[in-house]
């Protein structure tokens, strides 16, 4: 159980194009899912946090405009980055937060997503 | 907000030997303490959490600390094997309520289990 998926794995884009990221918990609900930007041999750095049916609350320094989050449903959520830069090239996971008991909060994370912008 | 501190940044071990991690952070008010372990290029796997109502938790070979006076807590791993070979990640954070506990990282333990 609690299985985080993301689309794509890898991507591969023109400077200037827009990128559309999946995440989608595949077998429980997800209120709660988090957008992590991480660059080779460092830690996750957390961009923002994205709630179902209202707006995403984003960490200091992330750019709204440019990393646009859409929590539409209670298992999906989508990280566009709009008019890439190559400095925009990282791997991007997800995590979705599975509410258990009371004393248990776990986040899943999906397998990443490479991008690559040229 | 919060800050996590990681040591040591690698760790060389021989197999069979044991391996600790620790992780210090700042905010009191954290009560959610997970590790995380990730192979290249993968994603993040959880391998055991703490809560700060409890001392110590041992899940076979994995066992974590947590000291709530001096904020910081520790991984320890016995008998390694090459597939524990891995970056380890510690985190904090605080549960409201409601719900929606942000995660803090630490910097990252890259472990590498010798044969």
């Known amino acids: 159980g609690a299985v985080v998926s993301q689309h794509p794995s890898r991507v591969i884009c023109k400077s200037g194009t827009s990128v559309k990221i999946e995440c989608r918990s595949l077998?429980?609900?997800?209120?709660?899912m988090f957008w992590y930007r991480q660059f080779p041999k460092k830690s996750l750095m957390l961009m923002a946090t994205?709630?179902?049916?209202?707006?995403?609350?984003?960490e200091q320094g992330v750019e709204k405009d440019k990393f646009l989050i859409n929590h539409a449903s209670l298992t999906l959520s989508t990280l566009t980055v709009t008019s890439a830069h190559p400095e925009d090239s990282s791997f991007y996971i997800c995590?979705?937060?599975?509410?258990?008991?009371?004393?248990?909060?776990?986040?899943?994370f999906g397998p990443g997503t490479r991008l690559t912008v040229l | 907000g919060e800050n996590v501190e990681q040591h040591p940044s690698t760790l060389s071990v021989q197999e069979g030997d044991s391996a600790v991690i620790k992780c210090t952070y700042s905010?009191?008010?954290?009560?959610?303490f997970p590790w995380y372990k990730q192979e290249l290029g993968k994603r993040p796997q959880l391998i055991i959490d703490?809560?700060?109502?409890?001392g110590e938790k041992k899940d076979q070979r994995i066992a974590v600390t947590l000291n709530k006076t001096a904020k910081h807590f520790s991984l320890h791993i016995t008998e390694t094997q090459p597939e524990d070979s891995a970056v380890y990640f510690c985190?904090?954070?605080?549960?409201?309520?409601?719900?929606?506990?942000?995660?803090?990282f630490g910097t990252g333990t890259q472990l590498k289990v010798e044969l």
């Open positions: 995590s979705a937060l599975s509410l258990g008991l009371s004393s248990t909060d776990t986040q899943y």
């Open positions: 077998d429980f609900q997800a209120t709660t």
């Open positions: 703490i809560r700060s109502n409890v």
């Open positions: 905010d009191s008010a954290s009560n959610y």
């Open positions: 985190a904090a954070s605080v549960r409201p309520a409601g719900g929606g506990n942000k995660l803090t």
């Open positions: 994205s709630n179902e049916g209202s707006k995403a609350t984003y």
